[in-house]
Structures are given as structure tokens and as C-alpha cells.
């Protein structure tokens, strides 16, 4: 199943605006972002590591990350697929890139539907 922005942000809204707080989401996102500084610590040899699994750790861990930053965004009413897409755009003409994210969707797209 894939999800897209939208959904996750409406799921989230639904399920933090009844009481979800900007600064105590803050927070878990630090932590989680803590979280994954530890996983990519492991993963390059700096801190010692049994036998876990740590590209499934690592994925876990931005989850959460995604989970709160798009949740602080849902509460606060901001179109995350809007500002990901206008600020790859200055990005990239910034960057002097060669396309930019919605170039590369759409694309993409095309590929798919010349098939």
C-alpha cells in the first residue's frame, strides 16, 4: 500500500487534534532524530552493535521522524506537499539541477503512461 502526503497528513490531524501539542510533538521529533543519530552511529562503526537489525532500526526511526514532523505541519495547517514541492524548486535553481522535483514526478509519470 502506498500513502501519500495528504493522507498522512489528514490521518494525523485526526488523530493529534484532540489534544496533540506543537512543543510535546517538538519533542518526540528531537528524540526520534536522537534516534537515528544512534542507529547511523552503529552503522558506521562508532558505537558498539550486537546483532540487531539496523537498516530495519534506521527505517523505524524516520518514520517517527516523518510521523512527528508532519504531524506538527497537519496541526498547523501547512500543505506539506506544497512546500516540499516549491522548496525543491528554489533548491534546485539554487543548485543549478538539471530538474526538479515536480519535473521528475511528472516525468515520471509520463513514462509510465507511454507504456
Known sequence: MKVTIEELQEYL???????????SLFMKLVEEIGEVAEVLNKKAGRKSTGKEDLQAQLGNELADVIHYAVAIAALNGIDMNDVIINKDKEASMKYNH??????FILNKRDDNTSR
Request: charged share 25%.
Open 98 to 103: 538539471k530538474t526538479n522535483l515536480e519535473q
Open 13 to 23: 490531524f485526526d488523530h493529534y487534534s484532540n489534544g496533540g501539542i506543537d512543543q
